[in-house]
Each structure stands twice: as structure tokens, then as C-alpha cells.
Nanobody
Framework: HVQLVESGGGLVQAGGSLRLSCAAS????????MGWFRQAPGKEREFVAA???????YYGDFVKGRFTLSRDNAKNTVYLQMNSLKPEDTAVYYC??????????????WGQGTQVTVSS
């Protein structure tokens, strides 16, 4: 069982940056793929980014080089650096863990989410 706790969300102006963190419990963190999804009000949960257990990175089409995903296995933490934020990036961002990467929200473990609000 894996527990995930997100942090780093907040309010930022358009063009600004935020770094989200996701801390995971458990001693087998390095064997998990880690992902980020987001969900805006009235919309479906959307794939943002994922990193496999061997470090392969995958990004949603809308990211277009603005976000960077990294992981620190020594700290059981994954980071999502978000730059050039736009108002349409406003959503609750969720961290997820599983043993494989898929771009649909069918992951085994989820965090509680952290709100990101981008003002225009």
C-alpha cells in the first residue's frame, strides 16, 4: 500500500511558476511509476505527466515544454515544476502511483490533491 501527499499548490499570476511535490510512503517507492493528473470543475481528470520507475518521462500534449517532472528516490518524492502557467492550468492536481504508466486515470494509488489557481 502506498500513501501519497501532495504539496506546493497555490495562487499564482499568469506566466508564473509553481513546484508541486508528492511525498510517498513505503520502502518500494523506486519500483513505482509516478504520475500527475489534474481536474478542473466540470471536467474529467486529465493526464499531466508521468515518470516510470526507470526514469522515462511522459507529458500531456498541452504541457508543450512548460512542465518538468523529476523524482528523488532517496526522498520518496516526485516533483512537478510548472512554468509559464496559464489561467487554463487552474485545477486540482493529483499525484498517482502504479507499477505502469498509462495516460488514463486508472492508477492504483492517489493523493488528496492540491489546488492550483492561475489568475489572469
Amino acid at each position: 500500500h502506498v500513501q501519497l501527499v501532495e504539496s506546493g499548490g497555490g495562487l499564482v499570476q499568469a506566466g508564473g511558476s509553481l513546484r508541486l511535490s508528492c511525498a510517498a510512503s513505503g520502502r518500494t517507492f523506486s519500483s513505482y511509476a509516478m504520475g500527475w493528473f489534474r481536474q478542473a470543475p466540470g471536467k474529467e481528470r486529465e493526464f499531466v505527466a508521468a515518470i516510470s520507475w526507470i526514469g522515462g518521462r511522459y507529458y500531456g500534449d498541452f504541457v508543450k515544454g512548460r512542465f518538468t517532472l523529476s523524482r528523488d528516490n532517496a526522498k520518496n518524492t516526485v516533483y512537478l515544476q510548472m512554468n509559464s502557467l496559464k489561467p487554463e492550468d487552474t485545477a486540482v492536481y493529483y499525484c498517482a502511483a502504479d507499477h505502469r504508466v498509462v495516460t488514463t486515470p486508472h492508477w492504483d494509488y492517489w493523493g488528496q490533491g492540491t489546488q492550483v489557481t492561475v489568475s489572469s
